[in-house]
């Protein structure tokens, strides 16, 4: 059996601990996990190697680099939108130069292994920004080309990562007399707010759903920081892990774009407030919108237009809202607060 080996970084995020949860029971893939943190148990057992430092520091990149020949990278680490405000210049550092650092590293080692390396790069619905509510309710679904001018500082970073992305496998180092050796297989998936049940997140500016939903699971009140009309984009993290094991797994051929939106489903606060409470009837929460971040989630589509996702590589969520909502995300919080664990 051919071992397919794998760099995750970001290890320890949301996505991370979800892809290694699914990763590490397919008996051909051997997982190398980065980390700014030490990664804890249970997670660190199912990986092949961890690892714990900083994508800034090249020397370390290095020396994992020395030490395997990676199939594919999925470079996950990076500082969410709201954290991203607060440290606007750190933020540019860990979300522009660190990814400026993997793709340097993949196109290494696909010189080095004389093959194409793949580049899994998770982008966000946070590289649109809508200038007005009218505008964005007359926009609708919004396709991966239209109102491309973000907001934040997170927007601005992973929509200029798209690009240098897009740079690295078509064009790097273009006016050498001999085309480099090496090529990185970039591919990006904006992904809308996520909602897991088994994590919260933390630092970014869809996080209102999930903490609607994790607080209401602990019988704690929340006072939700956005207006109860808002409207934007989320998916269930089953679905998010989905979407990026079966864009690495498409056919190069079939691919026409870099990067693709992916939707699932795209309830007001309001609507997930009522699903939430129907499971959970005694918890309280009220709207206070922080009209700060209130004016980012309003600049964020309501909707995205995937077609290209489903006509390229057969994307098709698995989990609509009420899907979410009652086999995977109420059951997973009311399982997960029974028998607390780390997050
Ligand atoms: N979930 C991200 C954030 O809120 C957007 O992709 O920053």
Not at 83 to 108: C, F, I, W, Y
Not at 191 to 204: D, N, R
Not at 216 to 234: G, H, L, N, S
Not at 319 to 337: K, T
């Amino acid at each position: 059996m051919q071992i397919k080996t794998i760099l995750l970084t970001g290890a320890n995020g949301e996505i991370g601990r979800g892809l290694i949860t699914h990763l590490s029971d397919l008996a051909d893939v051997r997982i190398i996990a980065l980390d700014l943190h030490a990664i804890e148990e249970p997670l660190r057992s199912r990986c092949y190697r961890t690892a714990t430092g900083d994508i800034l520091d090249a020397g370390l990149l290095e020396s994992l680099s020395a030490a395997y020949d990676f199939d594919s990278i999925y470079h996950l680490a990076a500082l969410l939108s709201t954290k991203s405000e607060r440290q606007p210049t750190l933020a540019h550092r860990v979300n522009v130069d660190g990814t400026l650092n993997l793709l340097e590293m993949a196109m290494g080692q696909s010189r080095l292994q004389g093959r194409e390396i793949k580049f899994l790069y998770p982008s966000s619905i946070a590289v649109y920004g809508l200038p007005s509510l009218e505008i964005k309710a007359a926009a609708g679904a919004v396709p991966e080309d239209s109102h491309l001018k973000p907001r934040t500082m997170y927007g601005i970073n992973k929509l200029y990562c798209e690009e240098l992305g897009r740079y690295y496998s078509s064009y790097y180092r273009q006016l050498d007399a001999q085309p480099p050796k090496g090529r990185v297989d970039f591919r990006g998936l904006r992904f809308p707010g996520l909602i897991s049940a088994a994590t919260v997140p933390t630092g970014g500016t869809s996080d209102f759903a999930p903490e609607i939903l994790h607080h209401a699971a602990q019988k704690e009140p929340y006072a939700c920081f956005v207006r109860e009309d808002t409207r934007i984009p989320f998916m269930a993290m089953p679905d998010a892990i989905k979407a990026l094991l079966e864009l690495e797994a498409a056919p190069r051929e079939n691919l026409t774009r870099q990067v693709y939106n992916i939707g699932a489903f795209n309830p007001s606060a309001g609507e997930v407030v009522s699903i939430v409470h129907a499971a959970f009837p005694a918890v309280e929460t009220s709207f206070s919108p922080d009209l700060r971040r209130q004016s980012i989630v309003d600049s964020w589509p309501q909707d995205v237009d995937d077609r290209a996702a489903r006509s390229d590589w057969g994307w098709k969520a698995s989990y609509d809202l009420n899907r979410a909502f009652s086999e995977y995300l109420i059951p997973g919080v009311v399982r997960r607060y029974r028998q607390p664990r780390a997050s």
